[in-house]
C-alpha cells in the first residue's frame, strides 16, 4: 500500500464509532455526527453546514431491501484528515431516499465520509454499498454489543465482502 492510497481499515476507527445515538431527526442526527468529526479535528467547522446542505440536495437514504443505512458526504475542501464516522442510532430517523427523494425511509444506521482525497468518495461507495448489500452484515451490526463489537463487524464486513 503506498502512502496515498487509503483503504477502509484505514479511514475506520474506534473512536469514530457512535453507538446508541440518540437523536430524534435527519438533521440532529447529521449535526451530531459532523460535530463528532469537527470536535475531534477530522474536519474544518464548515464540514457541519456542508454536510446539511449537501443532504438536502442529493440525499443519502440506501434504497435497499432490508435494514436502512445512509451513506452523508460532502466536498473535501471541509475535511482536514479523511475518516468514516459510522453511527448506529437508538432509535430510526427518515432519511430521504438516494433514488427517490420523494421516498423517505427509516434509517438506523449511517456511515459519514469525511475524505479529504475526493478518488476516495467513490471507491469507499462502492465497497459500503456492496458490504451493506448483505443483510447478515446489517443484521450483525444492529444486534452488536457496543462499539468495539460493531468496529470489528465493519472491518470484518469489508474484508469478506469489500472490493
Do not use: W
Amino acid at each position: 500500500m503506498t502512502s496515498t492510497s487509503l483503504q477502509f481499515s484505514d479511514l475506520v476507527k474506534p473512536e469514530c464509532i457512535l453507538d446508541n445515538l440518540q437523536v430524534g431527526s435527519r438533521e440532529e442526527a447529521l449535526t451530531t455526527m459532523a460535530r463528532h468529526l469537527v470536535d475531534a479535528g477530522y474536519c474544518h467547522d464548515s464540514f457541519v453546514e456542508a454536510i446539511l446542505e449537501r443532504e438536502r440536495i442529493h440525499p443519502s437514504g440506501l434504497p435497499m431491501p432490508g435494514h436502512k443505512i445512509a451513506i452523508p458526504h460532502t466536498d473535501a475542501e471541509h475535511v482536514q484528515s479523511s475518516v468514516i464516522l459510522f453511527a448506529r442510532l437508538q432509535n430510526p430517523v427518515r432519511f430521504q431516499s438516494m433514488g427517490d427523494p420523494d421516498e423517505a425511509i427509516p434509517v438506523q444506521m449511517i456511515s459519514m465520509f469525511a475524505l479529504k482525497e475526493k478518488k476516495l468518495i467513490g471507491d469507499m461507495l462502492e465497497t459500503l454499498i456492496t458490504v451493506y448489500q448483505h443483510n447478515e452484515v446489517l443484521d450483525a451490526i444492529l444486534n452488536a454489543d457496543g462499539r468495539d463489537a460493531i468496529f470489528h463487524l465493519l472491518q470484518d464486513a469489508v474484508r469478506t465482502h469489500g472490493k
